[in-house]
Each structure stands twice: as C-alpha cells, then as structure tokens.
C-alpha cells in the first residue's frame, strides 16, 4: 500500500511539474517579440541599390574627378574617393550608423545602442520595416561614403594626404552624422520642423556644398590660379564617370523609397528625367553664351540636375522634375560661370553644382511636394498635404529653415574642423610638392610614366 501511494505520489508530482513547465514556456514563448518578417522583393532591390551608390563613388566619383585635374595630381584625386569608401566602411560599423540612427539624444545625435552593430541582427529598422536592419546598415554607410568625398573636388591639386586623411575622419563624425540624425535619423529637423528630404539634399548636397565652399576660402587659390590654364586632362574618364553616377544614382533615389514598388518607380522616372532636362538646359545656357555645346557641359549638367531632383524624387510627379532638372541646368551653369567672379578656386565645381543644386532642390521640393505622390508627405511635413503648388506655402518655409540650420551648422562645423586639422598638420603641402603633383609629392607614383 506504501508503495503505491509512493508511486501515485510521484506520478502526480512529475504531472505537476509538467503542467508547470508547459505554462511557463507558452508564457516565455508569448512574452518574446515576433522575429520581424521581411520581404525578398524590397530586400533585393536594397541590395542592389547598395552596390549602385556604392558604384557612385568608386568608380563614378573618382573617375568623374580624376579627368577634371592635371596628369600630375590624377592618382591623387582618385585616392580621395577610395580612402573614403575605406574609412568610412569601418567607423560606419563602429560608431557612425550609431550617432545617426540611434535612439535620439534631444533631437541632437543618436545614441550609442548600435555601436559595434549591437541590437542590430535580427531586427528591423523603424524607417525601413521590411528589409532586415542590416541592410538598411549598409544602404546608408553607402551614403556615409560618398558624401565626404564630394567635398574633396573643391581642394583636389592642393591639400596634404596627412591632413585630408585627419578632416574626413571628422568630418564624417562631427558633422555628416549629426545632420543625417537632424533629417532622417529621430533628430530635430525632421520631427520639430518637418521639412522634407527624400534623398539628401541637405544631408548630402548641401552639407558637402557648405563644407566645400569654407574649405576653398580656408585653402586659398591652387598654384597659379587663375593666371595659369588648368584644363581637365581626361575628359573621357570625366563623361565615364558622369555616367557612372547618373545610373548610379538610382540606387541613391529610388533606392530611398527602402522598397520595391511604385514610390521607387516614380523616384527612378523623376531622376532620369530630371537629370535629362538639366543636361539639355544646361548645354543649351552654354551653347547661346559660348557658342558650342561642350561633353562637359552636357555631363556637368546631368550631375546638377540629378543633385536637384534628390530631395524631392519620392515627393514629386514627373512633369515637376522636368522643372527641377531644366532650372537645375540653367542655375548651376549660371553659378559655376560667375565662380570667378567670387575670387574664390572651387575646383572642380562642387559649390556650383551641389550647393547651389541641392539648395534649388530642396526649396522647389517645398513648392511641388504632394501627397499624391508619396502618401506620407503629411506625416513627414507635420501635417501639411504638399507644398505651394498645392496650397501649402508653410513647407516652403520649413525648406528654407532647414536649408538655413544646415548652411550655419555645416559651415561653421566644417571651419572648426579645418583649424583644428592644421594645428596638427599642414593642410597645404609644402610650395615645392605642390608644383610637383600630388600624386608623386603624396604617394611617390604617378599614372602616366610618358
């Protein structure tokens, strides 16, 4: 009788404790959090569109430079992009997406709950829900990229490679990631001013614009300019490289809608055709005023109106980017003609066609914005439909206000950093190596031996 009551005993504790387990797993199993569920379709194209804007600065950017300048600083001027992409690709992991993207401190830059990739994998990022948040990772270190090394067009031929190596490291972390938190990131000017970029006109081109621009007047004028020619040496490298980044930039716009579907369709239409408009006005501009259409014209063009159109490509119809892309052309030529006239050596043009396009672009994104385009523009601009067009002028104002935030933060940021950059070490090089090129002075090798 013992016995059996022993084992009724035992058997009814095992039972006990099986209930238990059971109610205690169902209860771990509902409190932990659903795995995200991703879509293949816009997980592919984000893949691709990575490649395509990472394409835009190596090869794109840096053959699109390489054949504005001399023989003698060709190698040098290539060297920019790619240490860019090298740099920026490791402290992007470190720390960068972090400060951009992470929980944000008052609006003003992102936390640290992502550095090193922590409480990245297996996740999804509130901006883009349908891709794994790895990716959206690697789609703006992409971004992180190129937009430094825009800058380096205003100083090719006359920078040191201590120096430039020392000003993109902080460049890229005191001034390109608190921006990019402002407008994309949590930060203020995306949700206190609701201002509109859909792609980067200020994170992008405006904040290279501004840098590039105090950068020149920090430098001063490259030796012998003006008085001496400085004509491109391989204006085939430089139509390559335009062609690079007019295809590339599809990625870099239509990529933005972080999805495979129509937005991304509009925004891929809107910066081809944008791009058209521009190199056609702008070839027309030079055309009436010299006398001949130039390929650098035409490919100059094309980058300016693909510039333009960046802050609005998922805001916009059609026909508006057609406006983008013709005034584009027109504005940008008007601004690189007068260059000389400012007494400032902008190289290769990069204030003319960045700051001046991507400052058009966002304040004409503020006049043909509309929600019948891209469903969120109410949401994003704090609750109005559109722009002026379309009975809004507030969104104008929240363009200007934004564009101006960046201008004072990049420019003053950017002045900052160059004095500290030469406290450290000389900026320019030395008046010798400067005559002699950079690519043998800098890096002891030179692309043309004959």
């Known amino acids: 009788m013992n016995n059996t ?39 592919a194209w984000i893949l691709v569109s990575s490649a395509l804007v990472l394409m835009m600065t190596i090869p794109g950017l840096f053959l699109f430079y390489g054949g504005l300048v001399r ?140 840098s590039a621009l105090v950068t020149a007047m920090y430098l001063g004028k490259r030796m012998g300019y003006p008085q001496q020619p400085m004509p491109p040496h391989n204006l085939a490298f430089t139509v390559i490289g335009a062609s690079l980044l007019w295809v590339g930039w599809f990625g870099f716009n239509a990529g933005s809608a972080v999805g495979a579907g129509e937005l991304a369709a509009v925004a891929f239409l809107n910066t081809n055709t944008a791009a058209a408009a521009a190199a056609l006005s702008w070839m027309a501009a030079e055309w009436i ?83 019948a385009i891209n469903s969120a523009v109410p949401t994003l601009s704090l609750g109005l439909d559109g722009g002026l067009l379309y009975g809004y002028p507030g969104l104008v104002m929240k363009q200007i206000m934004a564009v101006a935030a960046t201008y004072i933060f990049c420019g003053l940021g950017n002045l900052v950093i160059l004095v500290i950059v030469n406290a450290i070490t000389p900026i320019r090089p030395m008046a010798d190596d400067e005559s002699m090129g950079l690519d043998l002075s800098q890096h002891s090798e030179q692309a043309y031996t004959s």
Not at 116 to 127: D, F, I
């Open 289 to 371: 005023r010299s006398g001949k259409p130039t390929i650098l014209g035409a490919a100059s063009g094309a980058v300016a109106g693909l510039v333009c159109i960046t802050p609005g490509a998922g805001f916009v119809t059609p026909m508006a980017s057609i406006i983008f892309g013709l005034l584009a052309g027109v504005v940008c030529y008007a601004a690189v003609s007068l260059k000389p006239s400012f007494g400032y050596d902008d190289a290769l043009d990069v204030v003319g066609v960045h700051l001046v396009g991507g400052t058009l672009g966002a304040l004409l994104t503020g006049v043909f914005a509309t929600k």
């Open 5 to 43: 009551m022993r084992r009724f005993s035992y058997a009814a504790a095992a039972g006990v404790l099986a209930v238990a387990s059971s109610a205690l797993a169902q209860e771990g199993e509902a409190a932990a959090p659903a795995a995200p569920t991703f879509d293949t379709g816009d997980t």
């Open 71 to 210: 023989s003698k600083n060709v190698l040098s001027t290539i060297m920019h992009s790619f240490f860019c992409a090298a740099l920026i690709s490791v402290t992007w992991v470190l720390y960068g997406y972090s400060l951009a993207f992470g929980p944000s401190q008052g609006g003003l830059i992102g936390g640290f709950d992502y550095v090193g990739m922590s409480n990245v994998l297996g996740t999804a990022q509130a901006l883009a829900p349908t891709i794994p948040h790895i990716l959206f990772v690697v789609f703006q270190a992409t971004f992180a990229i190129i937009t430094p090394a825009l800058i380096s067009g205003t100083f090719a031929e006359r920078m040191s490679f201590p120096a430039f190596a020392l000003y993109m490291l902080l460049w890229t972390t005191f001034i390109y990631s608190p921006i990019c938190h402002w407008v994309w990131g949590g930060g203020w000017i995306g949700t206190q001013i609701g201002a509109l970029d859909f792609a980067g006109g200020t994170v992008v081109h405006i904040s290279s614009g501004v």
